[in-house]
């Protein structure tokens, strides 16, 4: 049973910084295509950043040079590191398996101005 985990949301400061990890069970992240969402008030889920198996990262255009995915081996659990921060970037950020339909349950990020 695969089970991904998310955790690191809070409520941060315009310009401050996260770090969200996504603990994976059940599937080996790094020898599959990962990805972070995330939903905003009143939109759909949008793709924030995904990691292939080779490691290659591909970010969406709203947040090239201030977010960074990575995944640890080791600890079976892939990053998302924010900084930068705007209030823009508040919503609930998922990880997710891409295209297999593995989600995970959200963490909330909220940016104050």
């Known amino acids: 049973q695969v089970q991904l985990v998310e955790s690191g949301g809070g409520l941060v400061q315009a310009g401050g910084s996260l770090r969200l990890s996504c603990a994976a069970s059940?599937?080996?992240?790094?020898?599959?295509?990962m990805g972070w969402y995330r939903q905003t008030p009143g939109k759909q889920r949008d793709v924030v950043a995904t990691?292939?198996?080779?490691?290659?990262?591909i970010y969406a255009d709203f947040v090239k040079g201030r977010f960074t995915i990575s995944r640890d081996k080791t600890k079976n659990t892939m990053y998302l590191q924010m900084n930068g921060l705007e209030p823009e970037d508040t919503g609930v950020y998922y990880c997710?398996?891409?295209?297999?339909?593995?989600w995970g349950q959200g963490t909330q990020v909220t940016v104050s101005a």
């Open positions: 997710t398996e891409i295209g297999m339909g593995h």
């Open positions: 059940g599937i080996n992240l790094t020898a599959t295509f």
């Open positions: 990691i292939s198996s080779f490691g290659t990262p």
